[in-house]
């Protein structure tokens, strides 16, 4: 069985989870299929992560975690390079010139609430969970909190890293988690209408966008806007900026060329 299911609908890439029996468990191996799919996506303009089974994803396999810790050094080597490559990961979702969607159906928790909030956006039914519980497994959900505490408030973030508690999708998308909450049986329906609908723009517009605005939320203020005023001038030299104006002034739809 394919740890990832990949499927194109026009200009959007639908990667899903697919190891439903163990509730999709960023696994070494899934990860490494993941992230692949990422980094192969090709002309797509829009990426969606979604998944099947009864969980979205239920963050690192314990289990085999805690084997390790017979390894002679403790296991320290093999913990490493499992949170190097979770990391490595989460950077690849930030750093893709395609805007990703997380498409949310069910339980997402530890790794599996970190990888919502590495994605740019979220749609999630209103059935879903989400949650950080590690720390109520003496794991401190460091990792997760890197994405997390850049989505939601300090506080709130820290409410859910210190406690553990799960919150349903209705209180995910009040704290910004998830951009909102859907009925379950339009889920798909509704993560793909936005996915088209931002697809429809330019990739290399969007890809420029995207990377601005990640490398300018950092910075002060001064900085920021130093940043911003470039990127606006880079956007206007692309192909697709002139023709944009371009299609304003002549009052007719553009026709991006994605450069």
Known sequence: ?????????????????????????????????????????????????????????????????????????????????LFDQCSDLMSTIATLPQPVIAEVHSVAVAAGCQLVAACDMAIAADTAKFGTTGVRFGLYCSTPAVPLTRVVGAKQAAELLMTGDVIDAEAAAAMGLINRAVPADQLTAETMALAHRIAANSGAVLALGKTAVREQAGADLTAAYARASRAMVDNLMLNDGREGLAAFAQKRHPEWHDS
Do not use: W
């Open 1 to 81: 069985m394919d740890y990832v299911l990949t499927e194109t609908d026009g200009r959007v890439r639908r990667i899903v989870l697919n190891r439903p029996a163990q509730r999709n468990l960023l696994t070494p191996e899934m990860m490494t299929a993941l992230a692949d799919a990422l980094k192969s996506a090709g002309d797509a303009r829009v990426i969606v992560i979604a998944s099947d089974g009864p969980a979205y994803c239920a963050g690192h396999d314990m289990k085999g975690m805690a084997s390790h810790f017979t390894d002679e050094d403790g296991g320290r080597a093999a913990f490493t390079a």
